[in-house]
Structure formats: C-alpha cells, structure tokens
C-alpha cells in the first residue's frame, strides 16, 4: 500500500491540538511537509518541535483566527503563494453547545463563517499548489451528526451538514483532475472539545465527571472514547496515493456509534 507522502506539502488547521495536531504528526511520518495553521502561537511551536523531533523537514506554523476570513487569507494566501500545498485539511472547533431553538442567528452566522466559508477559502488557495503538481487532497474533519444529529448541539449539526453537502458538491467538481474530496466524521474524540462537552453535561446534571464520561461511552458500541491519532490516522490515509479512487465520502470513526448504513 502506497501511503509515501515524500514531496508533499500538508496545511493543517487547528495544528496546536487535538485531532489537528495528530494529523500533522502522522503525515510528517508519512514524509509531508507540515504547516499548521491555529490561534495558540505557544501551542503551534509546541507542534512543530515534535514534527521536527518526528521528521526534520520543511515544517511551519501560521498563527490565524478563522473568525477572521480576511487576515486569514492574507496569512494563508501569502504563504501557500510561495510554498504551494498538495494536501489541505479542513478542520477547527466546533461551536457552542446549546438547544437550536436557543440560538441566536449571529451564532449560526459566526459558525457557518468559520467552518464552510472557510474551508471554501482554504480549498480555492491551495488548488494552485494542487494542480501544478496534479495531485490534490482535501479532508474536512466535520462530526458524525452528518448522519445522526447530535442532542444538544443545534448550531453545529445545522452547519456540518452544510459542510458535507459543499465537500460532496466539491468532490464532484474536482474529480475529473484526480483530486479527492472526503470527509472523516469523528465520534467521541479525547480531546478539549470533548471535555468541554462531559463539563457542560456535568454542570446540567449535577452527575460526576466520571459518571458522564461512563454514560457517554456506553453507547459506543467498543465501549471507549477515541484516541486523536485514531482519527488522524484515518485522515492521513485518505490524504495517501493509495486512496486516490475514493472521493466524495463521509467516513465515520466513531467505534460503531453511529447506526445507520
């Protein structure tokens, strides 16, 4: 199986953590050179000492808040202008739990903003680097209420599924050149975004935290919560040559939670 990433050039969003950080180290072992993208100057640094310690290579870390579209395209299109990348992913934090029926339209608005229109902007810089090439890869980590909406997280569920609907249109689009298009739906994922949700359940219900977290994994059918470098490792595979006839999907790692087909 060809999974040789030598040559390559990955940009990574929200590098400084979790799933983004996973991701970057496991295309580094891959051989891709990383940049990552994220807010946390200290913690994006923190990155690129383990991609360096991994793999030395020509690794850089961006600092940008996709609140703010403008500065990121300047940031980022600056960048991608004179290091091309071949391999974008599309990820950062999800929005604010909460009923939908409580939110308000600058929440949607804010989140829509920082997930699909960003991604949109992400996507058209890096194709340059892409088609000069010919090889492109993009993978949008979104969440597996894609399939089943989550309870509790209106905004989010109302917008991942905008953002699978553009990747699928995308893949479509770019097929003909050979790039891919996929999506990697993660399930309960040990990170910060996982933690903040256990707390929140655990101010509502006045449950410990070990009794949330308990709660929450019994309905994986593997029984655990995963670990970021089972998600990133799913996302390096889709990034590979040895993936390069599958497009278009929405693949959930979610140890069997989700049960539709």
Not at 65 to 70: G, H, K, L, S
Not at 154 to 182: M, Y
């Amino acid at each position: 199986m060809n999974l040789n990433l030598d040559g390559r050039h990955a940009l990574i969003g929200g590098g400084s953590q979790g799933i983004g950080r996973a991701t970057a180290l496991e295309l580094a072992c891959l051989g891709a050179d990383v940049t990552v993208i994220g807010r946390d100057e200290d913690r994006l640094q923190a990155t690129l000492v383990e991609l360096t310690s991994i793999r030395p290579g020509n690794h850089h870390a961006l600092v940008a808040d996709y609140a703010d579209r403008a500065a990121l395209e300047r940031v980022a299109g600056g960048w991608l202008a004179r290091h091309p990348a071949q391999i974008l992913v599309n990820n950062t934090g999800g929005p604010a739990p909460g009923p939908i029926i409580d939110a308000d339209e600058a929440a949607f608005l804010d989140t829509f903003g920082q997930h699909l229109l960003c991604n949109q902007l992400l996507t058209r810089l890096v194709l340059p680097g892409m088609r000069a090439v010919g090889y492109g890869r993009v993978v949008n980590v979104i969440s597996t209420s894609v399939r089943e909406p989550i309870r509790g997280l209106g905004v989010s569920n109302t917008v991942r599924g905008a953002v699978a609907s553009w990747a699928k249109t995308l893949a479509t689009e770019l097929a003909p050149e050979g790039f891919t298009v996929n999506n990697v739906l993660p399930g309960f994922t040990r990170t910060a975004r996982l933690d903040g949700l256990i707390a929140g359940k655990v101010k509502s219900s006045g449950a410990s935290t070990d009794e949330v977290a308990s709660g929450m994994a019994s309905v994986v059918p593997m029984g655990r919560f995963a670990s970021a470098g089972e998600i990133a490792a799913a996302i390096a595979f889709l990034a590979s040559p040895a993936a390069s006839y599958i497009t278009g999907i929405s693949l959930a790692v979610d140890g069997g939670r989700t049960l539709c087909i």
